[in-house]
């Protein structure tokens, strides 16, 4: 409760400074007439591939908000011919009139302009924290849209992240205290969904994609704009959440599947006010699903009211929150011996029943979370506006979690059965102060963003874990039944609790500048100073604090972009800089040794493309991130730590999607990753680390609609996942495991007619076995048959 108060008061102290709301940047305005100039009521005018849009008035006036970007700017009414056209859209006022030509009676088929944008428009103000054109970005980023999580019927979060190319997934959420969502590798290091809107947004749990607009995934070590403690050396993944815009809308949707699968979602938009000033947007799901195992559920409840008050043309606040909660087993999790060499190297030779939880539906975990930003927008001038944004979240963890690992001298053929006691909390805020500038020199135009950052993280924890038995792996036992909910608390009840309070502070200021030297050469300079102060971890039964520490970091950044076409083709070269932060280390002797943050540097180059009215957009890179700083156990001193380390990780990447033909439209992905470990532990030394993923990734998508006739709507969709082979667990004591490569195929029939959509989908069509796992084993869900009915409003 006194988070909450915490929280309003800053809400409070927003609302008398100037802010920034960085998704109502561009105002959509205009007239719409008949050829003889009289205006014309309640015609639609959106962008299509949105939700973003409004009706005219008696006057035939329109105003909308959008993001920046390039669109294709939609004007339809049941008398008159529709009208199309792709715009720019820009910060601040965007004026657009159409006329509007008188209808033939039969229906006439529209050339869709630009129909690829709906899956190619990576334009976005996060990235750069600057609305700059993805051609004019020097770094590489992938983004996932809402019309494609849409067309391939995702119901889970990380499903949708194998869309994008060189990401993987390592890890599920456990649902433990502190571990938050999903683990991913990305260009070699593993990655978490941490960002919301550009601003913290962490969780226990999960995320829902029923409030998702896209999913950006930001390429190589973002410290300069974004800091250490949401990212790691391998990029970062924000997650933008949908807005509310300017006229009544929405849907429902019922998802029914495989396993149990339910699922409800609502998305509805309305203004509240006849002025169109106060607008209203609340996506909300239910879903419940069982596991394709013996055992094991999941059960979600998410809902997101959004608010956004229009005041004036310079003037808007938006208010976004989202209260998600999860009830389930958590998914099985081999944990593989870290000690002794391996005797089986495969999860075959393990020989475990791959539908085997070795859990019950009663050892269950809860993780509600609550996030809530709140956002402002003054246009100080023509060339300057001030942007402030406050984040709060609160997520915990409380239930039984449990575990199975091969830890006995010998064989793999024997798993203890861990289980824990989960009750933990996490609580953040982040600050946000921004002022943004688009200004010239002389001739020379400069976008600049320059701004300060506050962020905290409490941590409350008193989880307890214990070994419960000892079961065979591979075979029958008596003992697998013996996993209970009151087994498992009458073995908690005798151990001792021990609760720990850990607390951490970010203090940053930073500066980017994009300087256009001509209308073709850009060039980005960037730089971040950060001050990080951990507290340390509080033992509440001894009072004794330990780890404490602070550290300052400088993170600079540079980049160049030339466009070889204007807009349209551009070569690209950065320089990149991540850091994490190193606590000190108590040496055997007593002493205690400090150490200087980690870094990681990048250098990266490649294309980027906008060809053909925006029908083929892409990247090709090739990057190499070389990491110092590493601390690693001092091979002449035993026991001792060293900060001497080093390792590589150094690539290639490429992210197409085309629309060749009205209605088709092809996504593919490839990457190439090679990371060693230079000099780290000893007996890791030249070899692939754990969390780097596999070396070789590819994701492809190829989906059609029928654009005329009687069938007119009617769609198909076929693509899949590439994994190479990934060795989860890799050193000179323990040997390689490696998770086998696989290829996973999935389909979607589809169905767009007026009011309804319909959808058929069928994942993992040949019924693979296959895993993933970061010195874990973890069996992946076999065929499921997902179907979709959807009403639009």
């Not at 809860?366 to 709060?392: C, E, F, H, N, R």
Request: charged share 20%.
């Amino acid at each position: 409760m006194k988070n909450f108060r915490f929280f309003l008061i800053l809400i409070g102290l927003i609302t008398c400074t100037s802010a920034y709301s960085q998704n109502t940047g561009s105002f959509v305005s205009g007239t719409v007439v008949t050829p003889d100039k009289e205006p014309l009521e309640n015609v639609s005018v959106a962008i299509e591939g949105t939700s973003n849009g409004a009706l005219t008035d008696k006057d035939g006036k329109f105003r909308f908000i959008a993001p920046v970007g390039e669109y294709t700017l939609v004007v339809s009414s049941i008398e008159h011919k529709p009208y199309k056209k792709v715009v720019t859209l820009k910060r601040g006022e965007n004026s657009f009139n159409v006329t509007l030509s008188t209808s033939d009676n039969e229906l006439r088929e529209v050339v869709v302009l630009n129909s690829a944008a709906k899956f190619s428009n990576k334009e976005s103000e996060y990235i750069a924290r600057l609305p700059i054109k993805f051609i004019e970005n020097p770094q590489a980023y992938s983004v996932i849209g809402k019309d494609l999580i849409k067309e391939q019927v995702i119901v889970n979060f990380d499903d949708a992240l194998k869309n994008s190319p060189g990401l993987d997934k390592l890890w599920s959420s456990t649902g433990r205290g502190g571990d938050g969502a999903a683990y991913f590798s990305l260009r070699g290091f593993a990655t978490q969904p941490n960002m919301v809107n550009g601003l913290g947004g962490q969780t226990n749990g999960g995320l829902d994609p029923a409030n998702i607009e896209r999913i950006e995934i930001l390429k190589g070590p973002s410290g300069t704009l974004f800091g250490s403690s949401l990212v790691s050396f391998g990029g970062l993944i924000n997650v933008v959440t949908k807005k509310p815009y300017e006229r009544f809308g929405g849907e429902f949707s019922y998802t029914v599947g495989s396993y149990g699968l339910n699922r409800i979602s609502a998305d509805v938009n309305t203004p509240l006010d006849k002025d169109h000033k106060i607008l209203l947007r609340t996506n909300a799901a239910y879903q419940y699903e069982n596991s394709f195992q013996d055992a094991g559920f999941k059960k979600t409840f998410f809902v997101a009211p959004s608010l956004t008050y229009i005041v004036n043309d310079k003037l808007s606040f938006n208010f976004n929150t989202e209260f998600y909660t999860s009830d389930g087993t958590n998914p099985l999790m081999v944990f593989l011996n870290r000690s002794r060499e391996l005797e089986a190297r495969t999860p075959k030779e393990l020989g475990m029943d791959y539908k085997r939880s070795f859990t019950t539906n009663d050892i269950t975990v809860q993780t509600p979370t609550v996030k809530l930003y709140g956002t402002m927008d003054y246009k100080i001038s023509d060339q300057w506006t001030s942007q402030t944004a406050v984040s709060y979240s609160n997520r915990k963890s409380d239930g039984l979690y449990s575990y199975v690992m091969f830890q006995t001298e010998v064989k793999d053929d024997t798993l203890n059965r861990w289980v824990g006691d989960q009750n933990a909390t996490t609580t953040t805020y982040d600050i946000q102060q921004n002022f943004i500038g688009d200004f010239k020199i002389g001739n020379l135009r400069n976008r600049l963003v320059a701004g300060i950052d506050y962020f905290t993280s409490k941590q409350n924890s008193s989880s307890t874990y214990i070994l419960f038995d000892r079961l065979s792996s591979t075979g029958a036992d008596p003992n697998y039944l013996n996993l209970s909910e009151a087994a498992v608390k009458a073995k908690l009840s005798g151990s001792a609790q021990s609760t720990s309070i850990t607390n951490a502070g970010v203090y940053s200021a930073y500066v980017s500048d994009v300087l256009n030297v001509t209308d073709r050469l850009l060039v980005m300079a960037s730089l971040r100073l950060d001050y990080f102060d951990n507290k340390g971890s509080l033992n509440v039964k001894t009072n004794a604090t330990s780890g404490k520490y602070n550290q300052t970091a400088l993170s600079p950044k540079f980049g160049a972009v030339y466009q070889i076409l204007p807009d349209k083709l551009s070569v690209f070269a950065n320089y990149m800089n991540g850091f994490k932060n190193v606590g000190s280390s108590t040496q055997p002797d007593g002493s205690v040794r400090t150490f200087k943050p980690q870094q990681a540097n990048q250098m990266e180059g490649g294309l980027k493309a906008t060809l053909f009215d925006g029908k083929l957009v892409g990247s090709i890179s090739y990057y190499d991130i070389y990491v110092t700083k590493v601390t690693r156990p001092d091979p002449e001193q035993v026991g001792y730590t060293i900060q001497d380390g080093d390792m590589y990780s150094r690539g290639v990447e490429l992210d197409i999607t085309a629309n060749p033909l009205p209605g088709l439209t092809i996504i593919a992905g490839y990457s190439h990753n090679d990371s060693k470990n230079e000099k780290t532990t000893t007996s890791e030394i030249g070899r692939r680390p754990v969390g780097a993923g596999p070396a070789d990734l590819v994701n492809g998508w190829v989906s059609y609609t029928i654009q005329t006739g009687a069938v007119r709507g009617l769609g198909f969709g076929f693509g899949g996942n590439y994994a190479g082979e990934n060795a989860i667990t890799n050193s000179a004591a323990t040997g390689k495991f490696i998770i086998p490569s696989y290829t996973i195929l999935n389909a979607t029939a589809f169905y767009n007619t007026g009011a309804f959509r319909f959808a058929l989908k069928v994942d993992n069509i040949a019924n693979k076995e296959y895993w993933k796992g970061w010195t874990t084993v973890e069996p992946q869900k076999l065929r499921q048959v997902i179907g979709n009915i959807t009403f639009n409003f």
